[in-house]
């Protein structure tokens, strides 16, 4: 599930918060924060801007391909247009497979939750329901008293996940009554069907003539919350938010009977099955994927917008983060076609705490791996210790042995942080582990691209994920020689350590900074690629092939 932050309870409580917001004393924060020299301001940002002033004047690099795989991405918004990856041996649109890939019309990348005839998946369970719905079957009519050892163990298991779902699909729905959205969407719906208006500002309320009760319901309720303050049109933009992440927890995410995956049309049961989906790589929801695309890359220097973290980069879309839980067929999928394509780095903002397939997982993390791809992953946003939780993907392969290797090399887990130098540095949702998580970067208040030509400003270790994917792209263009084992120990080594006491995550408890990570520092672009600069690569040239090839063919081609 592409990692996202709810609204309070009581900002869904008739809205009453949502009026006090919208003239409350939050502290503005510059929306390029992140790109600060933390030396040299009140903000912990990475110092882009001393890294292209300093230390990468005058110097050449070379294009790197960068895959985000997520929920989608906006090929067309008006500051990534200009650095998509093309694959330049395809034909856009004749319903072809030109490069032979496997994958027909693949021009800036693939959806692997879509079917061939351009559907595509939205909505999708959680992964601890999709095992219910599993268990139920297979546990349907088996006597108890009978099953073995082992698959009783299991049926335990099943049960308490199963408690867990059906309680939380309770919680949810009655939730989402009492917060009164069905009422005020109900509202709105009534209203602009009496006024016949697309959308309701709070001067057309005047305009109500009508006896009918339903109509003078809703004009009662939406003139009570003018009075209070609120603006009626900013309002409904907040309820339909409200509402798309309210709604889907409700009607699939815990429920067992929703199975979206017949969209796609592909044999689920065959996990090592590859060639299926479409070409769309925005989908229905590419918000979340086109924020983390633009932290990575959005085009530098332009005026428009916002400028990324890398200069001379160009960003494959691999789409298979439904709203829900991402499978790990589609992952392991994803993985290995950003891999086979030139991607020489992976950003996977997106995450979950069951796990259906882990090995075909990490299959494909060693197949990067082996092909010196560097991936890098978002903690997630429980305010949870990941050395004791769950959180898959990860960096720790399922089987073991005694000659195998317990943990890939080319994985890096980014934690977030806040824009405040003290005790609150932290990001108070950022998972961590002294074990499980290896550096932290910003991660709140992250102005970004979104989908149509939109920009905001949202919070999540998927926004700081992608600062060190950035900045890992960054290092490969500019020291193309380096490894991607290289660019993660430089990146970890030149964190910015600090032993400072904040509040821990999820708790009111004070640590030292130093405890949350196993580097215990902040992610710095200038101290990383100064780093990069005195350390002699270890690339193996043989591995470098696909990923030159197809860099050099997009510098070329030009714009998409």
């Not at 769309?280 to 633009?294: F, Q, R």
């Not at 691999?318 to 499978?327: Q, T």
């Not at 640590?511 to 002699?536: H, P, Q, R």
Request: hydrophobic share 35%; net charge neutral; proline share 3%.
């Amino acid at each position: 599930m592409k990692f996202k932050l709810f609204m309070s309870a009581a900002l869904l409580m008739f809205f009453s918060s949502f009026v006090i917001a919208q003239g409350g004393d939050k502290k503005e924060v510059p929306k390029d924060w992140f790109h600060f020299n933390p030396s040299n301001s009140e903000y912990p940002g990475i110092d882009t801007r001393s890294t292209y002033e300093k230390l990468l004047k005058d110097r050449k690099s070379e294009t790197v391909i960068v895959a985000v795989i997520d929920g989608g991405v906006d090929p067309m918004h008006e500051d990534l247009k200009d650095i998509m990856w093309v694959n330049t041996d395809e034909i856009p649109g004749n319903g072809i497979d030109d490069d032979k890939n496997g994958y027909v019309d693949d021009v800036h990348g693939w959806n692997f939750i879509g079917n061939k005839d351009g559907r595509n998946v939205n909505a999708d369970a959680l992964e601890i329901t999709r095992l219910v719905a599993k268990y139920r079957k297979m546990f349907k009519d088996k006597d108890v008293s009978s099953l073995s050892k082992k698959e009783k163990k299991l049926y335990d298991k099943f049960q308490e996940m199963e408690k867990e779902v059906v309680a939380e699909k309770e919680t949810w729905a009655k939730r989402y009554q009492e917060s009164g959205i069905p009422l005020y969407k109900n509202a709105f719906a009534t209203m602009k069907k009496h006024l016949g208006k697309e959308t309701i500002a709070n001067e057309d309320l005047s305009k109500v003539e009508s006896t009918d009760t339903e109509v003078q319901q809703a004009l009662t309720l939406l003139q009570s919350i003018v009075e209070k303050g609120a603006n009626l049109v900013e309002m409904e933009k907040e309820l339909k938010a409200i509402d798309a992440q309210y709604l889907p927890r409700v009607e699939s995410y815990y429920n067992p009977d929703f199975d979206p995956r017949h969209i796609v049309g592909d044999n689920y049961a065959d996990a090592k099955e590859r060639y299926y989906g479409n070409a769309d790589i925005k989908g229905p929801d590419a918000d979340h994927g086109t924020h983390v695309a633009g932290i990575i890359a959005a085009s530098r220097g332009n005026g428009i917008g916002m400028d990324g973290i890398a200069d001379n980069v160009r960003i494959m879309g691999v789409r298979c983060v439904p709203n829900g839980d991402e499978r790990d067929k589609d992952v392991a999928n994803a993985i290995r076609y950003a891999v086979d394509n030139g991607a020489t780095v992976i950003n996977m903002s997106f995450g979950k705490s069951y796990s259906w397939n882990k090995r075909v997982v990490d299959e494909a993390v060693k197949y990067a791996q082996k092909h010196d791809v560097l991936l890098v992953h978002a903690a997630g946003n429980d305010g949870k210790d990941n050395d004791t939780s769950n959180n898959f993907p990860n960096d720790v392969y399922d089987k073991k042995g005694w000659f195998k290797p317990k943990k890939a090399k080319v994985w890096i887990e980014v934690g977030a942080l806040n824009h405040d130098k003290g005790e609150k540095k932290a990001a108070s949702f950022s998972n961590y582990g002294k074990e499980g998580v290896d550096v932290f970067a910003p991660g709140v208040a992250i102005y970004s691209t979104t989908s149509d030509n939109n920009y905001d400003s949202y919070p999540g270790t998927s926004m700081a994920s992608p600062m060190v994917a950035g900045v890992a792209a960054l290092m490969r263009s500019y020291y193309p020689e380096l490894s991607a084992k290289q660019v993660k120990e430089i990146i970890m080594e030149s964190s910015v350590k600090s032993d400072q006491m904040v509040v821990k995550p999820g708790t009111d408890e004070k640590i030292k900074f130093s405890d949350l990570s196993v580097t215990g520092g902040i992610l710095n672009s200038y101290k990383a690629m100064e780093k990069a600069s005195k350390t002699k690569g270890k690339r193996k040239k043989k591995f470098r092939s696909k990923a030159a090839a197809n860099a050099s063919a997009i510098n070329k081609a030009g714009k998409a």
